[in-house]
Each structure stands twice: as structure tokens, then as C-alpha cells.
């Protein structure tokens, strides 16, 4: 089961003893007391069979139980038990034979624990020492020869060999000593003789076993008197006690009693301590005349478990006797348990798995039997719990997964019970960090954002900020935004928005405009700077406002170069007749397009309203013969932003009933062009005079036999062609600037864009009676010159109005 080794080295005048049993036991070593600090007791690591190295990587220590002083030491770089503190055997065992001191080996990693017997050798360090400097006895000359005189033995704190061996007197006439073991016995060997000699003076000396050999004197001073014939006899040689420890003040330990059979002052005894330590007269005293041990002091079961008390008990004249005391303390649990942190690894990584070891924990009572026993526990919601070890050795351990998001610190109270009545606790908090790792990435705010901005915004304008949150620590919790590559239309997303890494603001890189694009969408990327980076993304969607920057544009009438274009109203129109349309759009949206119109200025100002939503441009009154024939409108279209935009158009209305009333074209247009035209047409017509006066003739008769179709005019809205729409103009709601509900068709006179005048035809034949209506699609000026079906169309040419103006034949 073990093994035992001695090791003896003259030199230090010490021996080693080590026993080991099984993986940990105990280990003991002897050496002599007051070994100089720093002195080697012995090799621990070679003694327990460790590597050197072992010894430091293992975190090595020596403990003591509870409050002991620590007297020795490990060098951890050669693993040499030494003397850490002065030891002195006298004032830790007193008059123990055998001084022990009990300290403990802690390796960790793993948890190892060795029991160190410290066997504390005494040396000669102490002289013998009489409790008094003199010793008075009064003797009768009346004593007989052989009287026996007790005298009180010397006391020296060394023990055995080196503790008092032998007693010698100073040769005298009268006296001999006779020593039996403790006790010391002055022997009357002569009689005395009063009259020769009152007075003796006796040196007696005590020498102990040490070496070099130590001795110690007193004076034994005689005085010849008459006979005292008895010494104090107690009643008890030996007197027991038992003392609670803690007893308050004042308590009765016991009480001695002696008596003497003389009479008189020979008879009268006193009490008093013998040769007692100077801590015994701190805690007990004795009443001198009745002979009580009352307590003075506080009692102390964890300090000293019993007390041995020499009494001693004088009569009048100096006869005295010795009984002894023995006080034994009762322990009471007066010492609550004691929590001491060994080992704590701090902080624990929030990856650590469930069972780690990051503590170790020792418990200690002072008390004893059940008082001393302790209970461990630990308090409870904490991913921690306690795992008894070896002896008063716990482990703290971990339960479950730790995540610093959630709890970052720990404060762990562990608390310790004994088993005393009442039982007693304590508790000890343990503060436990939780180390970061990266296990969380960023987390956006919002699942995604949108951003509003005005169209013609300043490059650089803020368009919205993202931020996105990550739980973990320091850089592991650092966020850097960027956008992820993308693009918007056909151009990359950096061109259009870039986004600040450290703030998350998102910018304008340049000026939007509503009209090209209304909205689009980036990708925003928010990264730790963990290792490795976790990341997360986010939409933002930007969506581009309108503002009032585009001016509305009139479609009809559409001005053609330095054309006009010219609408016919019939004189049989009636009030409230659709005349004509003027037609709008505008690139902005929403208020900015709804679009209004107004007649700014016009021939007749009471005549022709406008509608300010429809456009329409209708008769507020019947026309009368006094209207002039020749109307010019100057029409305003604003939009309804802020501020707001117009344009404006010039319409011509021309008053009549048939082509022959319409004046001559110069008064209305004065464009270069008609000029160089009529030139060309005054030499043609020189040319053909001839051939077409007689076509005409024909013409006139065939049209004046017909009955003339019953014709409406102006009902519905104008028919803009394909071609008038200008790009990214849309009609899509009723608030638009189109309005679907209005067809018109637009006839020009066959030729070119030049054309002076413009007949506008109804799908609708229920505007004008049949006999106001004018002729003025193509079809119908076929019907005057001649067939509708099949002829060619006449008057479709410059020439052949210019022709018709000349011969005044443009009346029906």
C-alpha cells in the first residue's frame, strides 16, 4: 500500500520522512525549529516523483487549513520545500511531545491535493527556569531529621532530552535533595539548631539533557522556627473539568480545597497558581482564600483544547502541597464556514462547451466533529455549478452554453453551511467575465428602408441613414456600411448613391429627375469587423418626387413653322356650341400636371369661353351679324404647381357660313411664303385660265341642283394623329392631360404644311341643324366642284383657292 523513507543529513542534524500512499497521500518531513527562512526542508517534486518543470505548469502551492500560518514554501523552478517563516516548536506546541504542522500540496490540471506532515524537532534553545527567584521555607527546629520539604520543580519549554534532567544542591550541613521523577524534595539531614544559625541560604540548580547543557538556579532561603507540623492536604490530587468554549465572564471552572491539620495561622491556607503560563493567567484566575477558578478570559476550543493547571496550597508558616487541574474545552459552533477562491479563469470564452473547469473552490470550518461539517451550494438561474472534489475541494463548472449577448457577467455567490445547531453560513460572491466571440452579425433596424427626395436635388443631399445593430463586442461589434454592386439603369448604383461605412448616412452622388426615372433600389451591406466578418444586407428603396420644372405644352393647335392654324365657326353657331380644343400636356406629375386653361386676350371678349379643365373653346352666345368674321384667341395653359408654369397659343376662328365668305388669305397671314407663292400662282394662272373657267362653270351647275347635306359641326373633342404626341407624354388617368373621351379628326389641304386653314369634322351629327352647318370636310368641296365618289378633289391646291379668290366665285 506505501512505502516509507528516511533520509538522514549530519550536516543540518535532520531527517526526512516521506510516506506516500497511493496516487495522494501523505507526505512528512522532519527538521529541527528556528531553521534559518529559506532553508531546504526537502525535494517535493522528487519526493512525489514529478518532473520539474511539472511543478510551475501545474500552478503548485502550499495551503493551510483555515487561519494557520504558512511555514513553508515551494520553489517552483526546482521544486525545494523551504522555510518560509521563523518556527519556533515552544510557542506552536508548548509542552506537546510531538509537534505537528499540517499543510497541503495543491497541484491543478489536473486537480491534485497532498497531505505535508510537518514534524518540528526541538532543540536546546531554552534554559530550565524556577517559577520564583526565591523560595522561603520556615522550618521548626523541632523538625526531625529526614523531614521532607517540597520544592517546586523548574520548568523548561524544550521537551524531552533537552527539557530539566537533573537537580544538584549546593553542599550544605542540614539539607540533601532527593528528586523521583517531577518531584523535588528538600530531606532534613541534620537537625537545626535555632540558637547556632537562624538563617540558611541553599542554591539549588536544574540542568537539562541538551547540548550544550543549559541550567537554571534558585535560592531556597531557610528560616529556623519553631515546629509547623502539617502541610496542606488537598482533596483531589487530580481535578477535572469541562469547559464550554465562548463561557462568558466570571464563569466557575471548578474549585480546589486543601486543608491542614494545624491549628492557628499554621492552619490557615491560601490558593495559588504553580508554575503556569502567562497565557493560562490571561484566561483563568484563582481565588486565594476559597480556592475557585473563574474564567477572566475568552475561551477558545480552536485554539487550545485543554489546559493542565498546577494549584498550589500554603499554610501560614510556608507548608505548601500541589494538586493539579485539568480544564477540558467543548467546541460549540461559534465558526462559520469559510469560502476561499483557489483558481478562477477569468474571463471564460462565450464558446466554452458545457463541463469546463473554470475554478476551484475551498471550504473551510474550524470547528469540529459535525460542527465542522460543511454543505456547498451555489446559487440557483447561473449556467454554473459545484463539483466536490478532493477532501474541501470543489470544482466550478460550467452547465450549459454562455453567451455574452445575453449576460456578459457574472456574479456567482457560492454559499457554505455546517451541520452545527444552529447551523452556521457564509458566502462568497465569485465575479466571472464573459469573453467575446463574433457569433452575431449585424442586424438592420428596419427589414428594409425607403427614402423620399425631390427630383433636382444637389449632389451630395442626405437621402436617408441605415443602422444596423451587432450584440457582440469591440471590433467583433463594429459596423462598417457599404452598398453591393448593382446597377440603375444600365449605369452602377455608385454613380447614383453612396453610402457613408462608418454612419450608415446614404448620399446623393448626382441630381435625379423625376422624368427619366420615378424610382429605384440599392442593396446596402452592413459588416463587423469580427474574425471572420459577418454580414447582413438591407433593400432601400429611393423613390424620386416630382417638382414643377417643366412648362406645359400645347399640342393643338400645334403651331407648324410660321404657320397658323385656322378653325371655321358657322354664323347659325348657338351659344354654347363646341368650337374648337386646345389641347395640353405636361411632363410633371400629380399638381404639377393638372392643367388649367384661360383665354388671355381675344377679338370678343364675350363671345368664345374656354374650359379651364377640358381645353374646350365653346360660344357663349348665339353669333350675331355683327360678330366679326375674323377671330383671334390667345389662350394660356398653366399647371397647378408652385410656382406655376403656362404657355400660351394663338387660335384663329374664322366666322362664316360658306368658302365664299372667307376674306382674302393676305389679311390673315402674312408669311413670306404666301408672297413668293402668289407669284407662282398668278403665272399659272395665265396658263390654264382657260381650261379651268369652263370646269368651274360645270362644277357650280351640278352642285347649286343638289341638295345640300345636312351637316353638324364641332361635337366632340379633336383627334390629335400619333405625330402631335411629343415623348414621354402619357394620358393614364382622368387627372392627366389627355382626356379620351373626345375624338377629332384634323384635315389639312392636300400639298404641304403650309395651309392656311384647318376644317375640323364631327363624328357626331347632332350639334347644328342641318341648314347652319358648312361644308368643310374634303369630301364636301368634291361635292361642289364636282363627284363626291370618284372625283378628284378640287380646291385641294393653292393655286385653285388663289383661282376661286380672283373670279369671286367662292360664293355658293
Not at 44 to 71: N, P, Q, V
Not at 133 to 154: M, P
Not at 244 to 251: H, K, M, R, V, W
Amino acid at each position: 500500500m506505501g512505502s516509507t523513507f528516511i533520509v538522514f543529513r549530519p550536516s543540518s542534524f535532520y531527517f526526512l520522512l516521506l510516506w506516500m500512499h497511493g496516487a495522494f497521500g501523505d507526505i512528512s518531513y522532519s527538521f529541527p525549529e528556528e531553521m534559518k527562512r529559506g532553508s531546504v526542508i526537502g525535494n517535493i517534486a522528487k519526493d512525489l516523483g514529478l518532473e520539474t518543470g511539472a511543478i510551475s505548469s501545474r500552478r503548485a502551492r502550499i495551503d493551510t487549513d483555515g487561519t494557520d500560518e504558512r511555514y513553508c514554501d515551494i520553489n517552483l523552478r526546482n521544486g525545494e520545500l523551504i522555510v518560509a517563516d521563523r518556527v519556533d516548536r515552544e510557542g506552536l506546541c508548548g509542552e506537546k511531545a510531538s509537534c505537528i504542522l499540517k499543510h497541503e500540496l495543491v497541484l491543478e490540471n489536473p486537480l491534485e491535493l497532498h497531505r505535508i506532515s510537518l514534524h518540528i524537532q526541538d532543540i536546546n534553545d531554552n534554559s530550565p527556569q524556577f517559577n520564583d527567584d526565591l523560595i522561603n521555607l520556615e522550618i521548626r527546629e523541632s523538625t526531625d531529621r529526614g523531614a521532607q520539604f517540597v520544592i517546586e520543580e523548574a520548568h523548561d519549554a524544550d521537551v524531552g532530552q533537552n527539557s530539566v534532567q537533573q537537580y544538584s544542591l549546593k553542599k550544605n550541613d542540614n539539607f540533601v535533595l532527593v528528586v523521583d521523577g517531577n518531584s523535588i524534595e528538600l530531606v532534613l539531614d541534620k537537625e537545626l539548631d535555632r540558637e547556632k544559625q537562624q538563617e540558611i541560604n541553599l542554591l539549588l540548580t536544574a540542568l537539562d539533557g541538551g547540548s550544550p547543557q543549559r541550567s537554571g538556579t534558585v535560592v531556597i532561603h531557610v528560616t529556623v522556627l519553631d515546629a509547623n507540623d502539617n502541610a496542606p492536604v488537598f482533596s483531589q490530587a487530580v481535578y477535572k473539568a469541562n469547559l464550554p468554549e465562548n463561557s462568558p465572564l466570571d464563569t466557575v471552572v471548578v474549585t480546589v480545597s486543601a486543608t491542614d491539620a494545624d491549628e492557628g495561622v499554621n492552619g490557615d491556607v491560601s490558593y495559588d497558581f504553580g508554575h503556569v503560563s502567562d497565557d493560562v493567567k490571561k484566561i483563568f484566575s484563582i481565588d486565594r482564600k476559597v480556592g475557585e477558578i473563574r474564567v477572566i478570559g475568552n475561551i477558545d476550543y480552536e485554539a487550545t483544547t485543554t489546559f493542565e493547571i498546577r494549584v498550589k496550597a500554603k499554610d501560614g508558616l510556608g507548608l505548601s502541597s500541589y494538586a493539579k487541574v485539568i480544564i477540558s474545552i467543548t467546541d460549540v459552533n461559534d465558526n462559520a464556514p469559510v469560502v476561499n477562491l483557489k483558481s478562477l479563469t477569468n474571463p471564460v470564452p462565450e464558446d466554452t462547451p458545457p463541463g469546463t473547469e473554470v475554478g476551484i473552490i475551498n471550504v473551510q470550518d474550524r470547528d469540529s466533529e459535525r460542527n465542522r461539517q460543511v454543505r456547498c451550494s451555489i446559487q440557483q438561474n447561473v449556467p454554473f455549478k459545484l463539483v466536490p472534489s478532493i477532501k474541501n475541494y470543489y470544482s466550478l463548472v460550467t452547465t450549459g452554453q454562455l453567451d455574452r449577448e445575453l449576460v456578459s457577467d457574472y456574479n456567482i455567490t457560492i454559499t457554505a453551511t455546517d451541520e452545527g445547531s444552529p447551523p452556521l453560513s457564509s458566502s462568497k460572491t465569485v465575479q466571472l467575465s464573459v469573453a467575446d466571440i463574433n457569433d452575431n452579425p449585424p442586424v438592420f433596424e428596419e427589414q428594409s428602408y425607403s427614402a423620399y427626395v425631390t427630383e433636382n436635388n444637389k449632389p451630395g443631399s442626405t437621402l436617408c441613414s441605415v443602422t444596423a445593430r451587432d450584440p457582440d463586442w469591440r471590433q467583433n461589434g463594429t459596423v462598417i456600411y457599404s452598398l453591393l454592386p448593382g446597377e440603375v439603369n444600365g449605369a452602377p448604383v455608385s454613380s447614383y448613391v453612396s453610402v457613408n461605412g462608418d454612419t450608415g448616412v446614404i448620399h446623393a452622388v448626382r441630381s435625379f429627375d423625376y422624368e427619366q426615372f420615378r424610382s429605384f433600389k440599392v442593396h446596402v451591406m452592413a459588416r463587423d469587423n469580427g474574425s471572420p466578418p459577418l454580414s447582413s444586407n438591407v433593400t432601400v428603396s429611393v423613390f424620386i418626387s416630382d417638382v414643377n420644372d417643366n412648362s406645359p405644352q400645347i399640342l393643338y393647335p400645334a403651331a407648324e413653322g410660321n404657320s397658323f392654324m385656322t378653325e371655321l365657326v358657322p354664323k347659325a353657331a348657338h351659344g354654347g356650341s363646341l368650337v374648337s380644343k386646345v389641347i395640353a400636356v405636361d411632363a410633371d406629375s400629380g399638381q404639377n400636371a393638372w392643367l388649367s386653361y384661360h383665354i388671355v386676350k381675344s377679338t370678343d371678349p364675350g363671345l368664345f369661353s374656354i374650359g379651364v379643365h377640358s381645353g374646350e373653346i365653346r360660344t357663349q352666345r348665339d353669333i350675331s351679324e355683327s360678330d366679326s368674321m375674323k377671330q383671334n384667341l390667345i389662350v394660356s395653359v398653366k399647371d397647378n404647381g408652385q410656382p406655376s408654369l403656362s404657355a400660351t397659343c394663338s387660335m384663329y376662328l374664322l366666322i362664316s357660313d360658306n368658302l365664299a365668305e372667307v376674306p382674302e388669305l393676305k389679311d390673315i397671314s402674312y408669311d413670306e411664303k404666301n408672297s413668293k407663292l402668289t407669284s407662282y400662282l398668278i403665272i399659272a394662272l395665265v396658263s390654264v385660265s382657260t381650261f379651268f373657267l369652263t370646269f368651274i362653270i360645270i362644277i357650280l351647275g351640278v352642285r347649286f341642283c343638289r341638295r345640300r347635306k345636312p351637316r353638324l359641326l364641332f361635337d366632340g373633342a379633336v383627334a390629335i394623329p400619333s405625330a402631335y404626341l411629343p415623348p414621354n407624354y402619357a394620358d393614364v388617368d382622368p387627372t392627366g392631360t389627355l382626356r379620351s373621351t373626345y375624338n377629332y379628326d384634323a384635315y389639312l389641304t392636300t400639298g404641304s404644311r403650309t395651309s392656311d386653314f384647318k376644317f375640323v369634322s364631327s363624328y357626331n351629327d347632332n350639334t347644328l341643324p342641318a341648314d347652319q352647318t358648312l361644308r368643310k370636310s374634303p369630301s364636301d368641296f368634291a361635292d361642289v366642284f364636282g363627284d363626291s365618289n370618284g372625283s378628284p378633289e378640287v380646291g385641294t391646291d393653292h393655286s385653285l383657292w388663289l383661282l376661286l379668290l380672283l373670279f369671286g366665285l367662292y360664293k355658293v
